[in-house]
């Protein structure tokens, strides 16, 4: 039903629910992390109003960042490029661009941060490289594709990222943008974890990855109905039809 309504949309409504879209998408992944943003920050950020003299532009750059990856993974589901280290990569230094200056490829974590966000176990720094393989091993395996539901890829992915933690920050954001990049790619929309669900998904990391599936997939419901609203609403049509 979905698909159907936005196959009906314009460029220009198409256009206005992305924004809006990603709006959202920054402020409750960013409030994950335990960084808030102001509404009013989001659209300065996003619409390039900023003062060149403010003292917040490194937070309208974190915020352009956040916005230049999303519009990286869209990019990326819609043209259904396989996902590979390189991939991953990428949307690190999208998040962290000076990580790419120059400098060669982005660098794996190199200790364990004793003050973090997230409070489950993490792997050695010795281990990460190897770790990184063995998922994309797992990824592009034959039985995953096989005996796996996509939903359940994405979910199983973001949860093993988050547990190697390869980045010396934004390991979080690289590892949902990762998932939504898989989930798009077979046609789903973005699944946002909520910024009320932060406790609910934090205690999930520290359990298992079940216990994460069960977060995204409500997350992914909750995106399936907040599009039918919107375009329920673009189009006149009662919630009832």
């Known amino acids: 039903m979905l698909r159907e309504l936005e196959k009906r949309a314009s460029p220009e409504q198409l256009e206005d629910f992305n924004y809006r879209m990603d709006m959202s998408w920054i402020h409750h992944d960013s409030a994950l992390e335990g960084t808030v ?10 619409n390039d109003n900023v003062a060149s003299d403010s003292a ?3 937070v309208y750059d974190d915020i352009r960042n956040y916005k230049a990856a999303i519009d990286l993974i869209r990019r990326l589901s819609k043209a259904k490029c396989e996902v590979d280290l390189d991939t991953i990569k990428e949307i690190y230094t999208t998040l962290v661009p000076e990580e790419a200056e120059g400098k060669g490829p982005p660098k794996y974590r190199k200790d364990m941060p004793l003050h973090r966000v997230y409070f489950h176990e993490i792997s050695a720094p010795e281990k990460i490289s190897y770790k990184m393989r063995q998922l994309l091993t797992w990824l592009h ?4 594709e096989r005996t796996m539901h996509p939903t359940r890829i994405a979910s199983k992915a973001h949860h093993t990222l988050l547990q190697i933690f390869p980045f010396p920050k934004h390991s979080g954001k690289v590892a949902r943008l990762l998932m939504n990049l898989l989930l798009m790619r077979e046609g789903y929309p973005p699944a946002v974890l909520h910024a009320t669900d932060r406790q609910r998904y934090y205690d999930a ?3 298992s990855s079940d216990a994460v599936a069960v977060v995204v997939n409500d997350a992914l419901a909750n995106a399936v109905d907040s599009g039918l609203r919107f375009w329920n609403r673009e189009f006149g049509i009662d919630d009832e039809e």
């Open 56 to 58: 917040l532009i490194p």
């Open 37 to 46: 943003y102001e509404p009013s920050e989001l659209v300065a950020a996003i």
């Open 205 to 207: 990391l520290k359990t």
């Open 141 to 144: 395996s034959e039985e995953t």
